[in-house]
């Protein structure tokens, strides 16, 4: 964000080089120009998909013909452009007209405009899938935006103002797009939904259920945070309205963190940084049990405290061992970065050579916090292991036998991105900044080379992390090492490092193209984000629920034994009250088990299922249809079909289907078709 090209705001610090006016407005012209050619190649494609004689349709050829001009007249602009007409231009500025409340009211309507324009029945969903298209609606609405916040705040420059609003319109997209979840709809919503909402009820199982049940295998800490909505018997709406408020509450408190850190210079700066941080992890996502040792790590690290640091550090790394395998590390390595960060080597580059004593004592403690935060993860996951409840350890590291796909890496059914590129262009700007930074000199090679070689270490577990079947369907895997590439290039990014005495360290001032890529880049991945709002029909989802209700009834009153692989938040929220809760088998947990072909366990399951201990089986629908590596979660349907859905097929038949909730009553087969 330039904030010093017009002369009219300068900051105590700024980081970026000052842009002319006119450039940027070629920019401007020349950008929207392509996109707008972009998107009537995409609309193009639309009409043909739909069966649309374009030239026959006087509403399509307005629409790409509209188009084609606009890129015309842009790009034209921007070669004919000349300072003259931008200071007549800026005189013209209508919106000053306006009184300022009234600006700032039209302000707070546009941001989310970008959103509420997608959830339009037709035209919304026409563009949604066309990555220009929907991106040059962004676009030409946060040029309006700009518009009204400099009509609002006069003395920002355009430069800045669009920025602003760039990153304010992505976040504000972001925002709603996960509050269109909230609804009262009583069943699950996608694949993983049911299980967020009965893990957690695990921890309060003998008050829910009566009994105490196992506790989680997968996530507990995710769970943990899930609990508070059990302890007031909220609805089901509640509970979806805190796993989105959790989340913004947990991801959001790391800007702050880091923020203070980092210490802006001016509240634009500090505001603009903040949105940025927020908009980097959520187009990761970062998932919400994952930002505690990150904030606690940024708020609890100090050079001069080393006690401090020291709790801090353990307190996240008891976290992160409940968090997720890969993290066991990561506090411990946050902590070693800002460390690198802030202390210098201590010794010029002119003076000797260094001896080993000397870096022995210089790495001394980011060593220590790496290895022993690291053991205390791995012994907090043991402790849980031993309390859960659960007899078998490998259960809760089936990740390391699963298998791994090497195409996910690139562009596929999966994720049109891939995983590489996708995780290439989100880097791409914070390691510019990196490399404009290292390259001075002003680190010590030691502390250059261990803060890239960690980097490294955490770029190689995500890309691994994301082959593994079951993943690499976004790069929300990569985020232990986009968290502290953030850290890393936030510091750098406004100086924040320490340099090694004696070395001349002048403010370094970035081309202002830097700083468009670090804008644009998060801004092109938040827009992305999916919005929908979820609509059904009331009556008949009740009256679904009341049929299951009757057959749950008449086969507990029988004492026959009812599996919930899915909808099990139906029982624990009370929804089919009196229902006794068997705890294996659940969707998420035998998907986990079946993908990393977990034999004890899955014999186990067919065992039971052929011998039809249980006298009904509540799941989705199930096939036994195969699917390749051309179908988006082909292998993870193969998966779920050879060891969940045909020995239940086998041994079970569909007795009540609810197609338009995917919920389907299995009973026992009076003659099974398979062996």
């Known amino acids: 964000m330039n904030v010093a090209a017009e002369g009219t705001l300068t900051p105590e610090y700024s980081p970026v080089m000052t842009v002319s006016p006119v450039s940027f407005w070629r920019a401007v012209f020349v950008f929207t120009g392509f996109l707008c050619w972009l998107a009537a190649w995409q609309m193009l494609g639309v009409a043909q998909a739909l069966g649309v004689n374009v030239l026959m349709s006087k509403t399509w050829l307005a629409l790409l013909g509209g188009l084609g001009w ?51 029945p037709y035209y919304g969903k026409l563009i949604r899938g066309e990555e220009a298209a929907r991106f040059l609606l962004f676009w030409l609405l946060a040029l309006g935006g700009a518009w009204l916040l400099r009509a609002v705040w006069p003395r920002i420059p355009w430069p800045a103002a669009l920025g602003l609003i760039l990153l304010l319109q992505a976040s504000f997209h972001i925002v709603l797009a996960y509050l269109a979840g909230i609804t009262d709809y009583p069943f699950a919503l996608g694949w993983s ?100 040792p990150v904030f606690l790590v940024l708020g609890g690290f100090s050079r001069h405290n080393a006690r401090q640091t020291w709790l801090f550090v353990l307190l996240a790394s008891v976290w992160a061992g409940l968090s997720r395998l890969n993290w066991y590390p990561v506090p411990g390595m946050i902590a070693a970065a800002l460390y690198l960060l802030e202390t210098p080597f201590g010794m010029p580059n002119h003076e000797r050579k260094p001896g080993l004593l000397a870096y022995l004592r210089y790495l001394a403690l980011p060593a220590s916090w790496f290895l022993v935060g690291t053991l205390i993860a791995f012994l907090s996951m043991q402790v849980y292991i031993a309390w859960s409840g659960i007899g078998q350890s490998s259960d809760f590291y089936t990740s390391l036998t699963s298998s791994l796909l090497w195409y996910r890496l690139w562009p596929n059914a999966t994720y049109p991105l891939g995983v590489f590129p996708a995780i290439v262009l989100y880097s791409l700007p914070m390691w510019l900044v990196l490399w404009q930074v290292l390259r001075r000199g002003a680190l010590h090679p030691l502390r250059v080379s261990l803060l890239l070689a960690g980097l490294a270490v955490l770029f190689a577990g995500g890309i691994v992390v994301s082959m593994k079947i079951g993943g690499g369907g976004d790069i929300h895997n990569m985020d232990a090492y986009a968290v502290a590439l953030i850290i890393v290039a936030a510091y750098l990014f406004f100086g924040r490092y320490a340099p090694e005495p004696g070395v001349h360290h002048p403010p370094l001032h970035f081309p202002w193209a830097v700083l468009a890529l670090l804008v644009l880049v998060p801004v092109w991945f938040g827009q992305r984000m999916p919005i929908g709002l979820v609509t059904y029909d009331k009556a008949a989802s009740q009256a679904v629920l009341a049929e299951l209700q009757r057959q749950v009834q008449a086969v507990s009153a029988r004492g026959g034994e009812i599996l919930f692989i899915t909808q099990r938040h139906l029982v624990s929220m009370n929804m089919l009250p009196s229902v006794r809760m068997i705890p294996e088998y659940e969707r998420e947990e035998l998907m986990e088990m ?82």
């Open 70 to 120: 606009m890129g015309v007249a842009c790009v034209g602009a921007a070669f004919a452009l000349r300072p003259a007409w931008l200071e007549r231009f800026q005189r013209l500025n209508l919106a000053r007209r306006l009184p300022r409340g009234v600006c700032a009211f039209l302000l707070v309507v546009w941001l989310p405009a970008y959103s509420l324009l997608l959830l339009q």
């Open 193 to 292: 939904e049911t299980s967020r909402f009965y893990y957690p009820s695990l921890f309060l199982s003998e008050r829910i259920y009566g009994e105490r049940l196992p506790w989680p295998i997968l996530h507990p800490t995710l769970h943990l945070v899930l609990v508070p909505p059990y302890w007031l018997d909220s609805p089901l709406w509640a509970h979806r309205a805190w796993q989105i408020f959790i989340r913004f509450v947990l991801v959001g408190m790391i800007a702050p963190a880091l923020l203070i850190r980092l210490k802006p210079g001016s509240a634009l700066w500090g505001f603009a940084t903040g949105a940025w941080i927020f908009l980097a992890l959520f187009d990761l996502p970062l998932y919400l049990h994952l930002a505690p």
């Open 594 to 675: 079946a993908m990393a072909n977990n034999e004890a366990y899955l014999d186990r399951f067919k065992a039971e299922i052929r011998a039809q201990r249980f006298d009904l089986i509540v799941v989705d629908p199930l096939t036994t249809n195969l699917l390749g590596s051309d179908y988006a979660m082909g292998e993870e349907n193969n998966a779920w079909v050879r060891f969940a859905a045909r020995p239940i097929l086998c041994n079970y038949r569909p007795a009540q289907i609810f197609s338009a909730d995917r919920i389907v009553l299995y009973v026992p087969q009076e003659n099974p078709k398979c062996p």
